[in-house]
């Protein structure tokens, strides 16, 4: 559809679209990718309840060009204003997909199939939407099989960005900036809240944590949480699940004595002898069976009945029988427990906390918790309304949401 | 006294010169000097309460490269084995010395004077020592008056370093390595026995404190240990009252609500509003009587007879009529509340914090809490002996302190 | 003028509201605030050239509410519909402000007197404004004077927002997010660039630096720059001349070698000697005439005629006679060389960084490079479009800039 | 060997005791223990270049604090006075060893066998040493099988310790402390020097390295070092290798544009497109053979022919079909291609390098550098003598090693 300036197409969005910020990312996109804007109708929201609408005809030099752009506005929440099927191709080998495959986003999506719009399941971001038998999903590239139909182009999607809430009592309330100069306090009541509120409702929480957890003294608290209901989840490695059992069997964490403070000089053995023994036990449920361990966070996981998946790392000393060596399996493993789990608390892990971050839909919340606020602001890439970002000390974090949890 | 290598001198030494790890810092001084050392006579304590003792010669190849070894030497708690009296030279204009002037440390330090040995006042490092009426002290270099009799080279002065206790069980529990993965509670349980010590015995407590106090909600504990009497001295400058008296009158910090998190836009303006305020009442003091001032910090220092001294900086907003402007003075005010305080906690605040470490004498330990690792490994540059590096979040730290000094 | 709401205003603006996130930050703040809005005319700008307009009815509970999110609005670009002059009170004593005073931005102001609109002078944020002889003139709280015309209210007042330029080739362009995994080159190279525009139009670059640009070897490479006229104004304090002193002297900065690296245990006394031997001669001046004080950073200042000023703090040693303690002076001194600055390059240092950003108008840009992204996140909250904020190694980054500055 | 303490042993230990830290180690490891020490024998070394040594009873209350302290003090460098053979036990099953098995060091290790003094091979730390066929090697505990010959308690065990070279002009030059404010150009010097040697001498060279090497823009001068020959092994993992082809098809990173640090929204796009590109050639050195992939490190990486390995984890897109995503084969290989290596440099890489640093010998260095001080810290924990670690920003840092290594 030639313009003066090349080609150019019809796009439309509708929604809180100023105060979400997509309007104004919308033209940064626009003009960054050299193309440019022309708005043709503009409706704007009369008060905080009103939704905004737009319509504009962008345009660009190329016809490559115009599908960049387009991509990138789809994947914002803008719809082709002309309405067409989506384009459906057939994967030719496994684990690839056609060069103009659609990326996805983690937002809600809908694809138009046979003129109808419909959900797409398992929704995720960076990965295809395959349609079999009528039925819409996103798959891991690697996943994909020769002959699967996978959605090319962007023609026939639609993407609904969570609009960030306007009225600022729940999620959003400090995430313009991460800093560590904060009141935790504020944070710990909210994220309370929210818990008390998954669980209200039935919902499931999961965790997903670092053995920093057991080295700044939260394992106890933590166990707290576990045993009165809240966690329904906990992903981690292998290196949490070691550091806990060294607490359980010796008192100690990487040599350190957890009472007392002294670091004790050989205490890397206890390390290895903590992997010793549950290696001899054939596993963290053995171990508990037999009576071997008796106390810490797996211990409580396992009485709890809480589905813990332990993925392996390169770093990884044992491994214990436990722990998921293979990554594709750990991966997946991973994407099955979060499968309807409503909140998700991220407590000092970047590793864990991305890969998990990344499976995620955007309407599942994050928590992340890190003394660092480089990690706070990684894992926070999500994007604003999606994670809260709590830069603090995670063993006196873990401390003030258990007493909140208990005082309500 | 030339040997084949040039220069000599035999220096002694003892005490726990193993452990403490004098002995390797004087062994790895004398190489990286290009100097030599030739151990005359080593008696090794035998066990732990046996003390060791060494005479050595050391060489060099210039009178000049020896004398400055030995500066470091003598530093490091070693005497020149021939005993002088201390050399004196005149001061020949205010606020000078001569070139050879001896440069002091922190630790306890006497000097030889007619044939006697005599302790010297106001420990502190980076001073001279000057010696008037018979008494000998240190002395800011910008203090020293034409005339004044300070003390030059090496020969007869005694540094005392103090030995870092074998047993552990106080102060070094945990100051081999500064980490944010460490149990925060050991450290707040230490602490406290420690403010109780001093209290106990009739000491002070100094508290060095910046505005994140106020962010991240440490106040109202802060407000408690005052009340509770364990704040004799609080050193900070103009931004903690500011933001504590913005607090105080608008319920926020920099415009972020403390109770909902919610930032305010415009809520910089409350800062510049209560600057005014205080201002117009002539002072924190005069704001208190005049019931304009009725909760916070301040508020609670007037209340309780804390010596509080502020000393302003470069970026500060208004200042309140209380914030000493003239750097020379506040220095002199920090120095002068230091005097006999017994122990200093220093919280969030690198600035004041490096400004107060450097008045204290190394018996005097300093606790060091802040969220980020590097601010705390620099404040402990004084030596893992007198400062305890806590790295974690100060609002909750407070919080738990308050609860265990209530607690026991 | 009430409504169903209570009582309400008509605030207008225009520009390019959206790019700019001014229209988003305008409806969040008033749900912030519990008021509301109802869009009475909105004309959006067709394309990336046009201007946006925008005409609201503000509407709040109570006067006092009312008042308190127009201040906010005025501040953020709007305006009041209804057009009257700025409403002026006496100050009623030195250094005091009426009550309901006008808290400045650094953006650019006017303010409506007699019917016309004026220019306010000397444009920086946390003053208020002052209208003498029908001039209008920010004025730092402490120097106002009794019977001073102060500026209250939001009446009369027009704030013009820099607006974030949408081409995006400029200032902005790495600005988004602060990070340490981005490519330094590319930010040299638009610095750079900047360095050059300025002078080649005959404006002024002032930089603030740290004791880091010692410490990490950009010494020379900044020498560099000030010999080639790139430096016209520098700020700093005691530290960065003194540890330039003592390289200059000893070739060590606190006693770490700077050419070989190796730490010199007693090279604190260096630092003392620096010190003393400044001292000594009066004066950095009077050390460079006597040829006391051949080469260094202070040295290259003083042979260019660089405007170098040295602000005082709590944590110095001696400090040299250059050093202005009284900080009042000082930051009167800063103010008074940064009057027709064009750039403002901070390096490594948060206390002067933050002291020299509270003096700027908005449309001075300023970068910020530091180590630690915590330095260059405070930094920048003088706005995105006013702070380029760059986290590399200031060594490493010097060097490059002065390759990069010579090549061209 | 009851005494009126309970229970001793008499070790006995040689070498720099004293300048390289083990003295004052072994005495704090005893009274932190709660054991005791006589000294029976001390000869300290006269002069730099003589060794000391030591001979002491060591007591303890009950003879299972007696083995703890006695396995420390082995791990040290002390060895029991009175000789045996090594005690061997069989192991049960798979996977697993006796309680009292010996926990190795990554120092070099010799055990007495038949009265016999035999070298371990494959030196790690964390493993426990077999003997097959009379030869003693180190083996994962995974990878013991049943019946193996497993080394328990410490009789017949002799560790050596690296000793700190006291001529300090090698690796321990900036070693004492870690710090962001360091010349980096020091630093820089010593490493070419130091991997000029290693090439020298025919040895291999080693890199870690994480996608923050492509970020920062140290690509191109990886590839100078690759094409230069200074690079034998590359460990790394999927992300490295999916950034580097994004960059080498599409000139962004993770959507950033690296020449012109543009970020584009949709870019994220281009890193499925990358991945799914190197999954239709079959992988990377199809894509290669193929011209698909013309540029980059992994490019650079085939046509040199280093030996490389991508180790997979929980947070990896795709993966590349060259990643290892059974972790224990990655693992395996390696420390497979790691068995010859001199020195390995880890760039930005915390999971990786402490995957790296824990398969090292302790005579193989390693550099690490990274811009977060707590990386280096962490990377560091090795020991001082065995890992410099540099903080600094790693584009600048690959920059100015190339240029240093090209100007020699």
């Known amino acids: 559809m030639a313009t003066t300036h090349g080609f150019s197409e019809v796009v439309e969005a509708e929604g809180h679209l100023i105060d979400s910020q997509i309007l104004n990312v919308v033209f940064d996109t626009v003009v960054k990718r050299n193309a440019s804007f022309d708005v043709l109708k503009f409706k704007i929201g009369r008060s ?41 191709r057939n994967a030719d080998r496994d684990g690839c997909v056609p ?48 002959g699967d139909a996978v959605v090319c182009g962007v023609a026939g999607i639609r993407v609904m960005p969570e609009f960030r809430d306007r009225d600022r009592l729940g ?32 919902g499931r929480i999961a965790f997903v944590a670092g053995p920093v957890v057991v080295h700044t003294g939260g394992s106890q608290h933590f166990q707290d949480l576990i045993r009165e209901g809240y966690v329904d989840v906990l992903l981690s490695g292998n290196a949490l699940a070691v550091h806990d059992v060294e607490q359980a069997l010796f008192g100690t964490s990487l040599g350190v004595d957890l009472d007392t403070g002294k670091a004790i000089e050989g205490g ?25 361990l008796k106390t ?22 044992g491994p214990l029988p436990d722990t998921i060596m293979d990554l594709r399996a750990a991966q997946d493993r991973y994407a099955a427990v979060l499968e309807d789990v409503k909140l998700v608390l991220s407590l000092s892990t970047m590793l864990h906390g991305i890969g998990v971050g990344n499976m995620l839909p ?30 603090t000390d995670v063993g006196l974090f873990l401390h003030r949401l258990a007493q909140k949890l208990r005082s309500a």
Chains 1, 2, 3, 4 share one sequence.
């Open 268 to 292: 890397h053995r206890h390390h290895m002898r903590a992997i010793n023994t549950i290696c001899r036990a054939g596993g963290l449920k053995q171990a508990v069976e037999h009576g071997v």
């Open 99 to 146: 060069d103009d495959f659609y990326s996805t986003t983690n937002h809600r999506t809908l694809i138009r199939h046979k003129g109808k719009w419909i959900d797409v399941q398992h929704q995720r971001m960076d990965a295809v939407i395959v349609l079999i038998r009528g039925k819409a999903a996103c798959r891991k590239l690697r996943d994909v099989r020769i």
């Open 48 to 88: 905080n309840d009103e939704p905004s609408e737009i319509s504009m005809r962008i345009s660009a030099a190329t016809e490559q060009a115009l599908a960049e752009v387009l991509e990138e506005l789809v994947a914002l929440g803008c719809r082709l204003s002309e309405q067409h099927d989506a384009l459906l």
């Open 171 to 202: 999620f959003a309330f400090m995430t313009n900036e991460i800093s560590s100069e904060r009141r935790v306090e504020v944070g710990v009541s909210k994220i309370a809240a929210m818990m008390r509120d998954v669980k209200a409702e039935g």
């Open 362 to 391: 955007s309407w599942v919340k994050m928590v992340a918790v890190d003394i660092n606020p480089a990690v706070v602001t990684k894992l926070a890439d999500r994007g604003s309304s999606q994670t809260l970002g709590i830069v």
């Open 296 to 317: 810490g966070i797996m211990y409580e996981c396992i009485q709890q009945g809480v589905d813990y998946v332990l993925a392996g790392s390169i770093r990884d000393d």
